[in-house]
T-cell receptor, first 113, second 113 residues
Framework: DAKTTQPNSMESNEEEPVHLPCNHS???????IHWYRQLPSQGPEYVIH???SNVNNRMASLAIAEDRKSSTLILHRATLRDAAVYYC??????????????FGKGTHLIIQP | SAVISQKPSRDICQRGTSLTIQCQVD?????MFWYRQQPGQSLTLIAT?????????ESGFVIDKFPISRPNLTFSTLTVSNMSPEDSSIYLC??????????FGPGTRLTVL
């Protein structure tokens, strides 16, 4: 899998938007950008994924740069429950295929009340 | 979605012994995986559990140390054999079907004395 780079940690205030960046300059044309998060003492959970266009779901939005070399996960209104480690992962063909996920170090998001 | 349960949730074991971790999914899935998360680290893929055949191991992991079974589409076991303190980690089971996201169990926290 192509490599991603994320800040080690970020801090935000409750009820404010959070923008989590991810750089993936070696992304290939068929790689999808996936985001997972791991809440304390839990297994990771899927957040969102996309290829070229920006994506929205009930949890977050994903903004993808025009050259696809970077992306940003947006939490529109952070709550204390959003404090977690967020992982940006590139997957071929929308995650189809037999391979497991390759996790980087992720970004530790701290939410201040 | 799929709900994944693991047994045991945690255990403390003596050096040289073995522990078998069970993973149960509440629906039939095509792929099951096992991951390890060492203290303060990210997740590392151990192997893909293949139904009815030998597991596919990632570099650095071998069948003698981490034997895996997958007798059907909803169940898998991971055994950590001849344990040493370096095996102290959280072991997580994961599952996916088709092109959708991966789902993770809550993990098994293993401490080896």
């Amino acid at each position: 899998d192509a490599k991603t780079t994320q800040p080690n940690s970020m801090e935000s205030n409750e009820e404010e938007p959070v923008h989590l960046p991810c750089n993936h300059s070696t992304i290939s044309g068929t790689d999808y950008i996936h985001w997972y998060r791991q809440l304390p003492s839990q297994g990771p959970e899927y957040v969102i994924h996309g290829l070229t266009s920006n994506v929205n779901n009930r949890m977050a939005s994903l903004a993808i740069a025009e050259d696809r070399k970077s992306s940003t996960l947006i939490l529109h209104r952070a709550t204390l429950r959003d404090a977690a480690v967020y992982y940006c992962i590139l997957r071929p063909n929308s995650g189809g295929g037999a391979d497991g996920l390759t996790f980087g170090k992720g970004t530790h998001l701290i939410i201040q009340p | 979605s799929a709900v994944i349960s693991q047994k045991p949730s945690r255990d403390i074991c003596q050096r040289g012994t073995s522990l078998t971790i069970q993973c149960q999914v509440d629906s039939q899935v095509t792929m099951m995986f096992w991951y390890r998360q060492q203290p303060g680290q990210s997740l590392t893929l151990i192997a893909t559990a293949n139904q009815g055949s030998e597991a596919t191991y990632e570099s650095g992991f071998v069948i003698d140390k981490f034997p895996i079974s997958r007798p059907n589409l909803t169940f898998s076991t991971l055994t950590v054999s001849n344990m040493s303190p370096e095996d102290s980690s959280i072991y997580l089971c994961s599952a996916k079907s088709g092109y959708n996201e991966q789902f993770f169990g809550p993990g098994t926290r293993l401490t080896v004395l």
